[in-house]
């Protein structure tokens, strides 16, 4: 397993950005996929953005499309997910995940398929 911390959490006003990032140490980086998650208080944890181990593939929610996006540095061992046009809907306990994959393109969407977990960043957005 990788170990995964986030950063770049906070609070925004609707309509603005942030961006998240995710540092990975531990193993090698390139052979895992990485994810976004979020997740709020009563609710289950949702998938939001994935892109695979060579960043040659990515995938989003249907939520976030057209305003979040993500990307990695495997150089850096970061993966980041920058947030445009934030609504209050996206205010969330957000989650960097990895899940070790074969193919250098698979992207997968859900929990199961990530074996490591950061600790969570808080996003507020209010209206």
């Known amino acids: 397993q990788v170990q995964l911390v986030e950063s770049g959490g906070g609070s925004v006003q609707a309509g603005g950005s942030l961006r998240l990032a995710c540092v990975a140490s531990g193993r090698t980086f390139s052979n895992y996929a990485a994810g976004w998650f979020r997740q709020c208080p009563g609710k289950e944890r949702e998938f939001v953005a994935v892109i695979s181990r060579s960043a040659g593939s990515t995938y989003s929610a249907d939520s976030v499309k057209g305003r979040f996006s993500i990307s990695r540095d495997n150089a850096k061992n970061t993966v980041y997910l920058q947030m445009n046009s934030l609504e209050p809907e996206d205010t969330a306990v957000y989650y960097c995940?990895?899940?070790?994959?074969?193919?250098?393109?698979?992207?997968?969407?859900?929990?199961?398929?990530?074996?490591?977990w950061g600790q969570g960043t808080q996003v507020t957005v209010s209206s």
């Open positions: 995940a990895a899940g070790r994959t074969i193919l250098t393109s698979a992207i997968p969407s859900k929990p199961g398929s990530f074996e490591s």
